[in-house]
């Protein structure tokens, strides 16, 4: 059964840096063409993707957000992990991270996602 | 980078109808188009990639139509459980990868 779970603080301060963490299990973030990306979703606004971590380690971020975002992913304990520096109250969003898989066939596309964290940003 | 245009952003139906929503695309982008479906409070599920392939245990209700620049999404009968909201995203050109601004089925 394939699960992914976010992880992280629910409140950050402006100018603070968030660390989110993706826990995954049933699958292995060493498969062949699989990764895992970050996407949120401000409240009541549409999706808006954040960057992704392939299994070869190749890396791909939001070409407006780029300067801020690292993303990286520990294949023995089987979680990536989002950082996001200088947030900002425009940055208050749920954060999802969601599965790739077969991005070749498929395109890259998120077949199973995690149940999204609610991270508020204000002082 | 490519923009994904919805229509229409909202849209009111019956349970039984044929309910069709429609993707553009800024620019080709062959047939590497993906559709979601999200509840609220709920993660969005996959329900369609490559414009008209159907995601294991989706119904069949559902179909994908396309490529290019233009898409479709299909519910031939719609059921109460299908009231939500769609995303449409391109899955090939990246950074960035774009969802659209989603089409919210609404109970008539």
């Known amino acids: 059964q394939v699960t992914l779970k976010e992880s992280g603080p629910v409140l950050v301060k402006p100018t603070e840096t968030l660390t989110l963490t993706c826990i995954v299990s049933?699958?292995?973030?060493?498969?062949?063409?699989?990764?895992v990306s970050w996407i949120r979703q401000p409240p009541g606004k549409a999706l808006e993707w954040l960057g992704h971590i392939f299994s070869n380690d190749e890396k791909s971020y939001s070409t407006s957000l780029k300067s801020r975002l690292t993303i990286s992913k520990d294949t023995s304990k089987s979680q990536v992990v989002l950082s996001m520096t200088n947030m900002d109250p425009v940055d208050t969003a749920t954060y999802y991270c969601a599965r790739i898989r077969d991005y070749m066939v498929r395109g890259v596309t998120f077949d199973y996602w995690g149940q999204g964290t609610l991270v508020t940003v204000s002082s | 980078d490519i923009q994904m245009t919805q229509s229409p952003s909202s849209v009111s139906a019956s349970v039984g109808d044929r309910v069709t929503i429609t993707c553009r695309a800024s620019?080709?982008?062959?047939?590497?188009l993906a559709w979601y479906q999200q509840k609220p409070g709920k993660a969005p599920k996959l329900l369609i990639y490559?414009?008209?392939s159907l995601q294991s245990g989706v119904p069949s209700r559902f179909s994908g139509s396309g490529s290019g620049t233009d898409f479709t999404l299909t519910i031939s009968s719609l059921q109460p459980e299908d009231f939500a909201t769609y995303y449409c995203q391109q899955a090939n050109t990246f950074p960035p990868l774009t969802f659209g601004g989603g089409t919210k089925v609404e109970i008539k």
């Open positions: 490559a414009a008209s």
């Open positions: 049933g699958f292995s973030l060493s498969n062949a063409r699989m990764g």
């Open positions: 620019q080709p982008i062959s047939s590497w």
